[in-house]
C-alpha cells in the first residue's frame, strides 16, 4: 500500500471518482430506461405492422370471397328458377297427360249424372233423392257412404241428446231418458217417414239411382288410379322437358366455373397475392421500424458500454480507494465530511 502524502488531494480524487462514477449510473439508468420504452416503441410497430399485413389480407380475401359468393347465388337463384319452370312445366304436362286418358271416364260420368237428372224428373222423383246425402242414408254401399250414415246416427243419437240435457238447468236421469225417447221417436220417425215417401213411390228409379251412382263411383276409382299411376311414372319424356334441362345443365356449368374460377382466384392470393401485400406494408413500413431497430441497438450498445465502464471504474475506486477508506466512506459526501475534519485538523488518515 503506497503511503498517501496528500491527504486532501487523495480525498478529493477519490470524490471526483466517486461523483464521477454516480454519473455514470444515472447515464447508466437513463440508458435503461430508454432500452425499455424503445423496445415497447418497436414492438408495438412490428404489431402494428403485422396487424395492418392481417387485415388487409383478411379484407383483400373477403372481397374475393363476396365477388365471388355474389356471382355465385345469382347462379344458384337462376339454377333455382330454372328448375321451377321444369316442375311447372312438368306438373303441366301431367295435368294434361291425365286430364287426355281419364277424359272419357269423366264424360261417362257427365252423361250418368245428366241421365239421372233426367230420370229423376221424367218420374218425379223428389231433387233431394239425387243426392250423396240421400243414398249414403238410405241406401248406403261404399265406406264412404257408410261413415255419412255413421256419423248421423251419432249426431241424432247421441249428440243432439246430450247437447240437450247439457243445456239443462237441472239434470236428471229420467231426463236424459226422455230425450233420447224423443230423440229416437223425431229422428227415426223422421227417418222411415222420408223412406215410405220415397222407396214406396220410386224404388225402380232409386235402383236404378243406385246403379248409376256405383258406375260413377267405379269410374272415380279407376281415374284415381291412373292419376296416381301417372304421378308415379318416372318416365319424363312425355312431357317435352329437354329445353329445361339444356337450361339447368347450362346454369349448373356456369356456377362449376365460377367455383372452380374462385377456387383458383384464393390459391393465386394465398401463393402470391398474400406475399406481396406483406412485402408492401412491410416495405414501406421499413424505414420507420428500421430506425427504431438502429436506435434501440444504439442504447443497447451504449448500456453494454456504459456498464463496462461502471465495471472498471468500481474496481479502480475500490482497488486505489477503498483500502485506504474502507467502503463505508466510498460516498462523495462523507468524504467531503472527512476532508473538512482533516482540513481543521481534527484527524488524519
Known sequence: MTPI???????????????????LKDREKQLKADE????KVLESEKKTVNDNIAATIKKRREEINSSYDKEIAKG?????????????????????????ETADLHKENRDLKLQMKT?????????????????????????????????????????????IYLALPEKKTWMMVVICFLCVVIFGGLYIWISNRTKLLHMEVLRTGRTLRDQMHSNRKKIRVIT???KKDRNEALYDLEKYDDEIARV??????????????????EQVTKMIISDEIANN????????????QQVTAGTKELEGQIKDMTLFITDH????????????????????IIKSGKASI
Not at 8 to 17: N, Q, S
Not at 131 to 149: D, N, Q
Not at 252 to 260: G, P
Request: charged share 30%.
Open 5 to 23: 502524502s496528500d491527504h486532501i488531494a487523495f480525498l478529493t480524487e477519490a470524490r471526483e471518482k466517486l461523483e464521477e462514477l454516480e454519473l
Open 36 to 39: 425499455i420504452r424503445l423496445e
Open 76 to 100: 344458384q337463384d337462376k339454377l333455382k328458377k330454372a328448375r321451377v319452370k321444369r316442375e311447372k312445366a312438368k306438373s303441366q304436362g301431367m295435368k294434361e297427360r291425365i286430364a287426355e
Open 119 to 163: 230420370m229423376f224428373q221424367k218420374n218425379h222423383v223428389p231433387a233431394v233423392c239425387n243426392s250423396s246425402l240421400y243414398y249414403a242414408m238410405f241406401f248406403p254401399r261404399w265406406f264412404g257412404e257408410i261413415l255419412k250414415l255413421l256419423i248421423a246416427v251419432l249426431i241424432c243419437f247421441l249428440a243432439v241428446p246430450y247437447g
Open 228 to 230: 296416381s299411376s301417372i
Open 252 to 269: 349448373e356449368q356456369e356456377l362449376q366455373d365460377v367455383a372452380n374460377k374462385k377456387k383458383e382466384a384464393l390459391n393465386t392470393f
Open 285 to 296: 413500413a421499413r424505414p420507420r421500424v428500421d430506425k427504431l431497430r438502429e436506435e434501440f
Open 321 to 340: 480507494y477503498g483500502t485506504y477508506l474502507g467502503n463505508e466512506f466510498l460516498n462523495p459526501l462523507k468524504i467531503g465530511e472527512l476532508s473538512e
